[in-house]
Structures are given as structure tokens and as C-alpha cells.
């Protein structure tokens, strides 16, 4: 039975050869990685297809400078982060805030008819963590996805975020604290743990 990395660099063979059919088990492999690194750090719905489909094109492009140095998926990780941060680089004067405050639109509607304490209410507990992950800066929660939902270990977040091993663990242990510090400044213990 052939591990992984063997999977993947008779894929890459394959794709370098002329097959670019091939190129779809890298896409089917790895679109859920991309797709939640994207979804966290861009808060706009609209432009995240885009993005995601940018991210493959460069992973595409740059098949022939992956040299097996790390996993396909940590390579595939840093090329999401890094596009998702020249987007919000771009982006920061017109569109990015930092927040992550949500658009207005459909829920402000919504929201209108009810009072804010009803709506507390109906929001459960993970509900109300995503947002508060949400609005973490990009660093915390991309560093906080990619440990708790991804189940990568420090030394592949410093890889893809480039970044030590001890500002990986740092950058987790301010993200816990400041989410921490955020729930129970906005909802009330009962409120949360209900």
C-alpha cells in the first residue's frame, strides 16, 4: 500500500507529463483545506469562489518548484494563506476590517423584529464562538482553524504561516485568551454554557 506522499508524486508525474486531468484528485484532496482556510479569513462571501479557484491555479502553476520538502497539504496551506493575505493587503482600504463585522443585509432585517435579547437567546453556543472566532485578527484565527479544525501540529502552521514554532504556540495561546476574554465580556456565563 503506497503512503500519501507516493499518492501524490505519481499525481504530480502524472500532471507534469501532459495528463492535467490528474490535477482533479490534487483539487478533490485538498478543497476542503482550502475552502476553511478561505472562509476564515475572508469575510467576503462574494470574492471566496474566486479566491479559492486563484489558489489552485498557483498550486497548478507551480507544480514543477514542489520539491517533496514538506507535505503537498502544508504547501497547499501556505499558498492559500499567503493569496488570502495579498487579497486583505489589497483589499484593507476599501473592504477589510480587521473586526470582522458582519454585513449588513438580510440578518439586519431579521434582527429588527426582534429585541436583542430574544436574539441572544436563539443563538447557541457555537454559533456564538464562530463570530467571536470570526472577529479575531487573521493571524489568531487562521493559526486557531488550522490547529483545532485541521488538526495540524506547530511545526506545519510555521510552515504554512511562516512563522517559529514558538510564535505558533503564541499566536494560539493570545487567540484562546482573546476569545476567552471576548465571551465572557459579551455573554454572561449562564448565557454561554445554557
Not at 22 to 43: T, Y
Not at 104 to 122: M, N, P, R, Y
Not at 129 to 146: G, N
Not at 156 to 174: C, D, Q, W, Y
Amino acid at each position: 500500500m503506497i503512503n500519501e506522499q507516493e499518492k501524490y508524486q505519481r499525481i504530480i508525474s502524472r500532471i507534469l507529463a501532459g495528463d492535467t486531468n490528474a490535477f482533479l484528485a490534487i483539487v478533490d484532496g485538498h478543497k476542503k483545506l482550502v475552502s476553511r482556510m478561505v472562509w476564515k479569513m475572508i469575510n467576503r462571501p462574494a470574492e471566496r469562489e474566486d479566491i479559492c479557484q486563484d489558489i489552485f491555479f498557483k498550486v497548478y502553476k507551480n507544480l514543477t518548484k514542489f520539491k517533496f520538502e514538506c507535505k503537498l497539504s502544508t504547501w497547499i496551506a501556505r499558498i492559500t494563506y499567503n493569496t488570502c493575505l495579498n487579497y486583505l493587503n489589497k483589499k484593507r482600504p476599501a473592504f477589510y476590517d480587521d473586526s470582522r463585522q458582519p454585513d449588513a443585509g438580510i440578518q439586519t432585517l431579521q434582527d429588527l423584529s426582534k429585541t436583542a435579547v430574544h436574539h441572544l437567546e436563539e443563538q447557541d453556543t457555537s454559533s456564538r464562538l464562530r463570530t467571536e472566532i470570526d472577529r479575531l485578527p487573521v493571524k489568531f484565527r487562521t493559526a486557531l482553524m488550522l490547529f483545532h479544525l485541521e488538526e495540524m501540529k506547530y511545526e506545519a502552521i510555521g510552515e504554512i504561516m511562516n512563522l517559529p514554532v514558538g510564535t505558533v504556540k503564541s499566536h494560539l495561546f493570545r487567540a484562546r485568551r482573546l476569545l476567552k476574554d471576548k465571551l465572557e465580556n459579551k455573554y454572561n456565563r449562564e448565557e454561554l454554557w445554557q
